[in-house]
């Protein structure tokens, strides 16, 4: 694998593919029997079942990628430290290629293939993924818990979104979502983009979660990013028990955007929340620096 290709799937699995679930398969409830709740009351229930750990390793990640010019398997290991960092180290074929580190303030990706490296902190990832990613993001994503696409004080608390039911599971999206939708629906061909613009830019990127009203547990995240027409689609199953709350073992995300179509299944085993021996990323010292930046 070339260090595009590579970096691609390093940043899906980071942000996508760390974002564990649960253990027992959810029973079937029907639409009609799950009463509406308010988005505060969603979340603190979110918040209360999501999985809470000191320590997370997951020692076997399957990852199955694949887009209009490549398909790749690999496995990945994962060992974090809340608050304080997060390491996954990749291999195929059992031959090591790469490895990342993120921390509060930087994602250090070394790639043992093409004997190089690169420090960033964020912005790679951000402008890649078009989402205003961080590491306590990236933490809500591994403890299956909800997250907002952007750090922005009028997303705080997440006052921007709105709950409902549908399919027979709680929803939390971002407000917007739904004027969006309705300009969508109304506007005659040639207009809608126009009459979108008059939004505010952020809006433009709309979010949506669906929780299982059984556990609260993430089963689906979809974000559409509608000034660039992309769409991101995340599904969560298999779940297994983990420190007592559901967790899953499988996710299934399909990026889809007028350049490229990109999917990424992920099959997960071998978790544990037990403190890990101690853990660090050594850079070997004839690697080259690349720039992302």
């Known amino acids: 694998m070339g260090k595009g290709v590579v970096s691609k799937i390093l940043v899906t699995v980071f942000v996508l593919a760390t974002a564990l679930s649960s253990c027992k398969a959810p029973r079937e409830i029907k639409t009609e029997h799950i009463k509406p709740i308010g988005a505060a009351k969603l979340l603190k229930n979110v918040e209360s079942t999501g999985l809470s750990y000191d320590y997370l390793n997951i020692g076997r990640i399957n990852c199955q990628f694949s887009n209009s010019k490549t398909r790749a398997s690999f496995r990945i290991s994962l060992k974090a430290i809340r608050d304080e960092k997060i390491l996954a180290s990749i291999t195929k074929l059992n031959i090591p290629v790469g490895r990342v580190l993120l921390t509060p303030d930087s994602v250090i990706y070394v790639n043992y293939i093409d004997r190089n490296y690169f420090v960033d ?53 971002s407000e917007r979502e739904r004027k969006v939708m309705r300009l969508e629906q109304k506007a005659k061909p040639g207009k809608i983009e126009r009459r979108l613009k008059r939004l505010d830019d952020n809006a433009l990127i709309l979010q949506k979660m669906y929780f299982n009203p059984d556990n609260f547990a993430l089963t689906r995240l979809i974000i559409a990013d509608k000034t660039n027409n992309r769409k991101m689609e995340m599904n969560f199953g298999d779940f297994v028990i983990l420190n007592g709350k559901d967790y899953p073992g499988a996710i299934d995300m399909k990026l889809e955007s007028e350049e490229e179509n990109v999917e990424l299944n992920v099959r997960m085993s071998s978790f544990s929340t037990e403190r890990p021996e101690p853990f660090h990323l050594i850079i070997p010292e004839k690697y080259e620096q690349i720039k992302v930046n």
Do not use: H, P, W
């Open 121 to 173: 902190d964020y912005k790679y990832l951000r402008r890649f993924l078009n989402i205003d990613l961080d590491f306590a993001t990236v933490q809500s994503i591994l403890s299956n818990s909800a997250f907002s696409y952007r750090n922005d004080e009028k997303d705080k608390d997440f006052k921007t979104f709105v709950s409902s039911v549908e399919e027979g599971m709680y929803v939390l999206q």
